[in-house]
């Protein structure tokens, strides 16, 4: 088994009660949020909980992605978790979804064979040149990282601009925005960006399909409470008890439609555990600078409603 084959192991996916932003981004429920100070002390009491499940459970090959409401890595306990849990030899990576407005010197501290970033470039809450320079500091240190971009009208010539200053190796996606439908002019605009922009322009039925979520990939709250994803609400079991150990089982889905990446990359028949292989948590394809895109690899996912 290489690194983060999570297929074979269990990816576990944390998210602790921090939901504060410093960024302000139209399109976002957690803009500028304030959390109260004991709600930082309870978030801080709980990642440090998970740092030290992740670190006793030894049993099996773990792969950890933090995807906070907020941002974390402004918050020097996700940064050490980070670092803490790079270093675990059973521990093949973890991973954060950050907007990249903290310094990231810190990751020096880390073991880069095993911590990757999920960025996001936010336009109108940071400058290009700020967030390329992030970037470059992201490159000279070795760190593994995708960026991202929200797929919304007002955000392509800025995409553009940041995948023509990118450097080739870095792969740049593109999450298709909620609630926004695509022409096909557009959906080719944004697909000329992210080859991959067919898998998220819309929703993939999921309903009776197998899915990985709740066999080799689980989702955590902070109080250890485990779901099969973050989108499927009904309990399985929980870290602290043991009881997540009898609930990992084969499972079909039982939503009607799985639209997120964090998601859908686990729903089985799409094979995206194959695209992203060896990059599935930090969403950096196997194949990347030359990937596949989705219409020639299987028939494309049916159009919905309300996308
Ligand atoms: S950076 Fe992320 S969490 Fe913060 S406001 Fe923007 S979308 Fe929301
Ligand atoms: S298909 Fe999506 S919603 Fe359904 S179980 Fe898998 S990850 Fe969850």
């Known amino acids: 088994m290489g690194p983060a084959d999570v297929g074979a192991e269990l990816a576990v996916l944390y998210r602790g009660p921090l939901a504060s932003c410093n960024y302000d981004c139209p399109y976002c429920p957690f803009a500028k949020r304030v959390d109260p100070p004991e709600l930082l002390r309870a978030d801080r009491a709980a990642l440090e909980r998970f740092t030290g499940w992740v670190t006793a459970t030894t049993d099996r090959r773990l792969s950890v992605l933090f995807t906070p409401w907020g941002e974390g890595l402004t918050r020097s306990w996700y940064r050490d978790a980070m670092v803490t849990l790079s270093h675990l030899p059973h521990v093949d990576r973890v991973v954060i979804q950050t907007n990249l407005a903290a310094r990231v010197d810190w990751l020096a501290d880390a073991d880069l064979a095993t911590a990757a970033l999920w960025t996001t470039y936010h336009p109108g809450q940071v400058t290009r040149d700020r967030f390329l320079a ?35 190796e870095v792969y740049l996606w593109v999450n298709a925005a909620d609630g926004h439908r695509y022409t096909a002019d557009q959906e080719a605009a944004w697909t000329a960006l992210d080859p991959l922009f067919g898998w998220s322009v819309r929703p993939h039925p999921s309903l009776d399909r197998p899915c990985h979520a709740g066999e080799t990939a689980i989702s955590v709250a902070g109080d250890g409470t485990v779901r099969r994803c973050h989108f499927r609400p009904t309990p399985i079991g929980n870290l602290y008890d043991g009881s997540w ?63």
């Open 134 to 168: 992030r970037c470059a500091r992201l490159s000279e240190l070795g760190v593994r990282y995708s960026v991202g971009v929200v797929g919304l009208p007002e955000h392509l010539a800025e995409a553009r601009a940041l995948r023509a200053a990118l450097p080739g």
């Open 245 to 307: 150990r009898a609930a990992l089982k084969p499972r079909a889905c039982d939503a009607a439609l799985c639209d997120c990446h964090i998601g859908y990359v686990h729903l089985k028949p799409l094979g995206l555990r194959d695209v992203f292989a060896g990059g599935v948590l930090e969403r950096v394809p196997a194949a990347w600078p030359a990937v596949t895109p989705p219409s020639v690899r299987t028939a494309p996912p049916v159009p919905s409603p309300g996308r």
